[in-house]
């Protein structure tokens, strides 16, 4: 008799393998044809209830940094309405911190029992007023890092044992890859919905700021205002000029969307490179008058005739670029520009004779608001938005941006783009 018994609990435990397995293999194949989350976790419902009893499976997910849970994902096989999608709870104090802590899950045979002994728990009282009575609560990884929980729940109580936390062990992998799938999802997600609803507060607030500096423009033509006293003057000055600072830093944010949008396109186009070249030094030259600072260019002998890019777009880099330069440069130096070809790529480069950026300050440069320590020579204003934006058109290319710089020397900054395999050489 007894090994008629052990013959049944091995052939039990061997089809629970086979079983198992051919779960895993689903969900994988299901993971590698793009299946999302929710059809995923549909299936695991559908499949696992051969090995592990339920009536009722959850998933939630950490977040606020680890310090709340809730469900993103909760099936049944009749309607619970009390723990439902979306609730959340707060983790300090809780049972599920201590899953967290020691990675172990959790078996709660009598729900109602444990509730006599914990009678604030929340999610407990909300349970049992589903019918759920007991619960095996799992943690989910990936990794080394904690990513949430699923709950697998039932009505009935008592029905969780060891075994079944070995089942789950054997699929967790599976399930915290999906599970971290769908917390991209909504990252995404959420993420995409701010940057359409930032765009829009920032296309909207355009058109009265443009009103308000027409208004200020419009009412310093007038004779009253030649009347006004010179203090009244000056707050008009001020509003007008801060009105102009907001719709550049406007301008700034919406462009900077712009050239970050993945559905966007560049407009690339065969660019005469010398007449492109001799525009942009001939703009560099205007614009460093009012500070005294020359601004060369020494021609090339070995640059091809024309090159693909986008033109407006590349132009935008380098007067940004030219601008930062007698930004941060004091009065009567002097800013190199140098385009060169080289290993199929166009190189080019802006070099100043300004302050320099601490070394503490580089990994600044680049990002949104990146404000370095240095500030403009004589007071200039800067949204911290121009070198995000020069970043973000040049590698949009498949090009590259970076910049060297010392103290008391100066700094230089270089990009180059991508040239086509076929190029015209003097």
């Not at 009749?78 to 959340?88: G, T």
């Not at 944010?253 to 396109?265: F, G, I, N, Q």
Request: charged share 25%.
């Amino acid at each position: 008799m007894e090994n008629t018994s052990e013959n049944e609990t091995q052939n039990l435990a061997q089809a629970s393998d086979v079983i198992l397995g051919k779960v895993i293999q689903q969900v994988n194949k299901k993971m590698i044809s793009g299946s999302n989350h929710e059809q995923i976790l549909d299936f695991i419902f559908d499949s696992l209830n051969l090995l592990i009893p339920y009536d009722r499976i959850g998933i939630a997910l950490l977040e606020k940094d680890n310090t709340v849970a809730r469900l993103i994902w909760v099936r049944s096989k009749k309607q619970c309405l009390n723990l439902a999608r979306n609730y959340s709870a707060a983790l300090h104090g809780s049972s599920l911190e201590n899953i967290i802590k020691t990675g172990e899950p959790r078996i709660i045979s009598d729900l109602r029992s444990y509730y006599s002994l914990h009678p604030t728990s929340e999610s407990t009282a909300l349970a049992l007023k589903d019918g759920i009575l007991s619960s095996l609560t799992c943690p989910l990884r990936a990794g080394d890092k904690p990513v949430g929980f699923v709950f697998f729940s039932s009505f009935q109580p008592y029905m969780y044992e060891n075994q079944h936390v070995q089942i789950f062990s054997a699929i967790s992998d599976q399930l915290s890859i999906v599970v971290e799938q769908a917390h991209l999802k909504k990252y995404f997600e959420a993420s995409e919905s701010r940057e359409r609803a930032l765009a829009r507060v920032m296309h909207d607030l355009r058109a009265p700021v443009s009103t308000i500096k027409a208004c200020l423009n419009y009412a310093a033509t007038e004779d009253w205002y030649q009347d006004l006293q010179e203090p009244v003057k000056e707050v008009f000055q001020m509003l007008n000029s801060t009105t102009q600072e907001m719709l550049v830093l406007l301008e700034e944010l919406l462009e900077l969307r712009r050239v970050k949008d993945t559905s966007s396109s560049l407009d690339i186009q065969k660019v005469n490179l010398i007449d492109f070249i001799n525009d942009v030094t001939e703009t560099g030259e205007v614009l460093g008058r009012a500070k005294e600072i020359s601004f060369d260019w020494v021609p090339r002998f070995d640059l091809p005739d024309e090159a693909e890019f986008d033109l407006m777009r590349i132009r935008r880099v380098l007067d940004n670029l030219i601008t930062n330069a007698i930004k941060f440069s004091k009065r009567g130096t002097k800013i190199k520009f140098d385009v060169r070809a080289e290993n199929s790529k166009l190189f080019f480069s802006i070099q100043d004779r300004g302050q320099g950026i601490p070394e503490q300050d580089m990994d600044l440069l680049f990002t949104e608001f990146g404000r370095t320590s240095t500030s403009p020579t004589e007071g200039e204003s800067s949204t911290g938005l121009g070198l995000a934006i020069a970043k973000e058109i040049v590698e949009k290319h498949g090009g590259q941006i970076s910049a060297q710089s010392q103290i008391g020397e100066g700094s230089t900054f270089v990009f180059w783009i991508p040239l086509p395999h076929k190029t015209m050489l003097h």
